[in-house]
């Protein structure tokens, strides 16, 4: 009884924290994307053409795309040889950070085109903190689930909390609402 008790404890905190990172992963996301093209293509490239600014803020949207599979490969490389627990909370913090970091960040009107770099330097670190959460947690938690014989938990393990981070979107708009 004790052992299926103990079992049962690793499950929900896998589970727990496999969604509680792709939550804060997604929603990063989801909430960049928002902005890309209402806010920060205005910010941090102003230009003549509304459509360059905004495929340029889109651009950086992708950045953190691209950049995942290099921290599936640093992260994976060094969660085996460290330990994965500590690699995933280094990569939900280096998610965190970034995210933070971008909301401080100064406008091109307050330091020229070092802004959209800093943006960019800070999409590539949200990119690899991303890959490296998403590709070694939403592996061990599908693993660990299926192990266990609960195939209805695989999905939010996985990354499927991606539904709650849609809250994003919300939130997005709603700072559209305060932007003039």
Known sequence: MLNSKVKSKELRRVVTASVIGATIEWY???LYGVMAGIVFNKLYFPGSDPV??????YGTFAVGFLSRPLGGVIFGHFGDKIGRKSML??????????????????????VGVAAPIMLWLRRVLQGIGWGGRGGRCGTDGVRICAAKGTWFLCEPAAGGACDWAVSGFGCGCLAVLYID
């Open 52 to 57: 360059v600014s905004t495929m340029l803020a």
């Open 89 to 110: 909370v280094m990569t939900l913090m280096i998610m965190g950070v970034s995210t933070f970091l971008i909301g401080l960040l100064p406008t091109y009107a307050q």
């Open 28 to 30: 990063d996301f989801f």
